[in-house]
Structure formats: C-alpha cells, structure tokens
C-alpha cells in the first residue's frame, strides 16, 4: 500500500483545515487508518484513527472535539477534518496504514504517508 498525503498549509488559530490521504491498491478496505503528527523538536505522536467500515474512530485527547477522521473506501482514501485549529497543532502529520491492529503506536503501523505540513500562526 502506497499512501499520498495532502492538504497542509499555513492557517491561523481558530482556523479550518481538511487533509486528504490517497492510498493506492484494492485492499485499503481491509486496513485501519490513522493519523500521527511530528512537531519540531518533538517525536512523532498518534492524532486518530478510524476502522475499516469507518463506524469506529478514536482520537487523541488533545483534538478529541476540534479533529474528525472519516474514510471513504470508494475513493481509497482517508480524510482529518481539523477545526478550531490552534499553535500548538503546528507539526508534520503523516497518514499511516494497519493491517492487523489499530495504529495507536507506530509499532503497530504497516504503512506510512509522507508527511503534509500543517503550520498555525497565532
């Protein structure tokens, strides 16, 4: 599986972002897909996750509230609606891929996008 990410930019706080990950092969219905992110200076954190019927998601305490995760399995692709945006979201957020567990850890990630840069100025 081959993971594309977009949909980063620069947005002020309070502000509105979607990202997109675009997964290619016919068995993305079959993983559970996430999203971790990797601010400056820190090291690489989960954000959220979603299963593969998509009627179960689970967030990080941090966005819980302000982030949504969806999938459309028609489309291949995984999307992080991010609301009420604040600084302290400024990071590189990466799409990952899971096969036989939810990617909570990066232990437990098959796959990973490349990073989409996210920056919020305050």
């Known amino acids: 599986v081959q993971l594309q990410a977009c949909g980063g930019g620069l947005v002020q706080a309070g502000g509105s972002l979607r990202l997109s990950c675009a997964a290619s092969?016919?068995?993305?219905?079959?993983?559970?897909m996430g999203w971790f992110r990797r601010a400056p200076g820190k090291e690489r954190e989960f954000v959220a996750y979603i299963n593969w019927s998509g009627d179960t998601t689970f967030y990080a305490h941090s966005v819980k509230g302000r982030f949504t995760i969806s999938r459309d399995n028609a489309k291949n692709t995984v999307y992080l609606r991010m609301n009420s945006l604040k600084p302290e979201d400024t990071a590189a957020y990466y799409c990952?891929?899971?096969?036989?567990?939810?990617?909570?850890?990066?232990?437990?990630?098959?796959?990973w996008g490349q990073g989409t840069q996210v920056t919020v100025s305050s």
């Open positions: 990952a891929a899971a096969q036989h567990s939810s990617p909570y850890l990066e232990r437990d990630v098959d796959y």
């Open positions: 092969g016919r068995t993305f219905s079959t993983y559970t």
